[in-house]
Nanobody, 124 residues
């Protein structure tokens, strides 16, 4: 069982940056596939970044070049660095994890463990 706790959300002006963190409890964190997802009001949850145990990452075109996912296995922590934020990035951001064997795809159905979310609001 893995418990995930996100932090680092907030309100920021367009063009600004935020860094989200997700701390995981439990062991074997370094072997888990991890992801960041977001959900805007009235919209489906979508993946914005994923990373596997070897550090391979994936991003959708909407955030590529602006968002960077990383992990610190010694601290059981996942990060999402978000730069050049735009109002369309507004939403609740969730950390997700899946035990091995797993694949890093930005699909909600592929992840069994979820955090409670942290709100990101980007204003123009």
């Amino acid at each position: 069982q893995v418990q995930l706790v996100e932090s680092g959300g907030g309100s920021v002006q367009a063009g600004g940056s935020l860094r989200l963190s997700c701390t995981a409890s439990g062991s074997n964190f370094d072997n888990y596939c991890m992801g960041w997802f977001r959900q805007a009001p009235g919209k489906e949850r979508e993946g914005v970044a994923t990373i596997d145990a070897s550090g391979i990452t994936t991003y959708p075109d909407s955030v590529k070049g602006r968002f960077t996912i990383s992990r610190d296995n010694a601290k059981n922590t996942l990060y999402l660095q978000m730069n050049s934020l735009v109002p369309e990035d507004t939403g609740m951001y969730y950390c997700a994890a899946e035990a091995p064997p797993c694949v890093v795809v930005p699909s909600v159905s592929k992840y069994s463990y979820w955090g409670q979310g942290t709100q990101v609001t980007v204003y123009s």
